[in-house]
């Protein structure tokens, strides 16, 4: 009789979400908390078969989970394990298929990017550890508090993290001093995160801007990022909701699921608004103007360093009267958000 392999020691090889595959196709799943029990709607009604590459959920955040599957989960159903043989190490060990998930192909070169949507911060944690590669530059657009972050600086090469809000941006800063944080919203200042993505050569993008804002706002930030990244991996109830129905099982996923291109492609036409302009309404209306209201009455916007933007310096035709003394930032531009020129001069997003 064969010796059965030792289920996984110390619960250190654990359970996830799902990936990405070519063309801008959505895979949709929702796995359960771990240790739940199966049921013919969860993750753990999947099928593996010997050479499909999985990633055990780990109780830590350590980037050891990938495997493949040397048993399918049919041979194995008396026993409720799956046999996999872990990457790291080249271990192998039988897992409960609870905490097995599927890794979907990345996006050929060249090929429109991979989109994944989940509805819950849980499955978006999970997809920070199970979807990255040591060897992917990841961009986080809202990053709150950083925790996700600090996850995907555990499995990537280089992370940065993009936060709307003042306070949450200097409070992940205190407590992951490791990541790079910037102030800023990708929609009103586009030209400082093509400059990010460009020069950390990023090419995934997390994006949780709230999961339940509105879909608009979320697919514009889809559509700026799309020809920019192979990957995107999106937490968003409402566009959850919306994709769902247009689900299409396989014969080896019942809760993860490809919406066709073609339908994403519909449905961002079908958005109100899906063009994401790069200068902005109010900028362009205060260039026309000859930026003749006074300087303060320009909105509040930060330096990617998280320091106010001195608004006369950048918009009064003699520049900051009191720059010995001013405590606002001269170095940036208040509009893209670039160094090296003011407002008045910026031509980001203008049509020549």
């Known amino acids: 009789m064969t010796s059965t392999?030792?289920?996984?020691?110390n619960a250190d090889h654990s359970s996830s979400a799902s990936q990405d595959e070519p063309i801008p196709s959505l895979f949709l799943f929702s796995p359960p908390n771990p240790?739940?029990?199966?049921?013919?709607?969860?993750?753990?009604?999947?099928?593996?078969?010997?050479?499909?590459?999985?990633?055990?959920m780990l109780r830590s955040d350590k980037n050891t989970g990938r495997a493949t599957v040397i048993s399918s989960t049919?041979?194995?159903v008396a026993q409720d394990r799956v046999q996999v043989r872990y990457h790291s190490d080249d271990s192998t060990y039988q897992v409960n298929p609870c905490r097995l998930s599927p890794v979907f192909p990345r996006a050929a070169p060249n090929s429109p990017a991979t989109i994944i949507l989940c509805p819950h911060t849980t499955e978006y944690r999970r997809l920070a550890r199970a979807q990255i590669l040591q060897t992917d530059n990841v961009l986080e657009i809202g990053s709150s508090y950083g925790i996700c972050t600090d996850i995907l600086s555990q499995h990537c090469g280089t992370v940065v993290g993009l936060e709307t809000s003042p306070t949450l941006f200097v409070e992940s800063?205190?407590?992951?001093?490791?990541?790079?944080?910037?102030?800023?919203d990708v929609l009103h200042n586009p030209g400082r995160v093509q400059t990010l993505i460009s020069e950390h050569k990023i090419n995934v993008a997390f994006v949780d801007i709230g999961g339940n804002r509105d879909v608009e706002s979320v697919v514009k930030v889809m559509k700026?990022?799309?020809?920019?990244?192979?990957?995107?991996i999106v937490k968003n109830e409402a566009l959850f909701a919306l994709a769902l129905p247009q689900l299409t099982p396989t014969a080896s996923a019942k809760m993860a699921g490809r919406v066709s291109s073609e339908w994403f492609s519909s449905f961002l036409l079908g958005c109100a608004d899906?063009?994401?302009?790069?200068?902005?309404?109010?900028?362009?209306?205060a260039r026309s103007e000859n930026f003749v209201r006074k300087p303060l009455r320009y909105p509040v916007r930060l330096s990617p360093?998280?320091?106010?933007?001195c608004r006369p310096h950048n918009y009064d035709a003699q520049g900051c009267g009191k720059m010995d003394v001013c405590r606002f930032d001269h170095d940036h531009c208040h509009h893209c958000l670039e160094p090296g020129h003011k407002a008045r001069d910026c031509v980001f997003g203008i049509e020549q």
């Not at 392999?5 to 020691?9: D, Q």
């Not at 360093?305 to 933007?309: K, L, M, Q, T, V």
């Open 35 to 56: 240790g739940s029990a199966p049921t013919q709607d969860s993750p753990l009604a999947y099928s593996f078969g010997p050479g499909d590459e999985v990633f055990v």
């Open 274 to 285: 899906p063009h994401t302009p790069l200068a902005e309404p109010w900028f362009l209306r």
């Open 305 to 309: 360093s998280g320091e106010p933007i």
């Open 173 to 184: 800063r205190k407590r992951f001093p490791h990541c790079i944080f910037e102030c800023l």
């Open 224 to 232: 700026f990022l799309l020809p920019r990244v192979e990957t995107i």
């Open 5 to 9: 392999p030792p289920v996984a020691p």
């Open 74 to 76: 049919e041979d194995q």
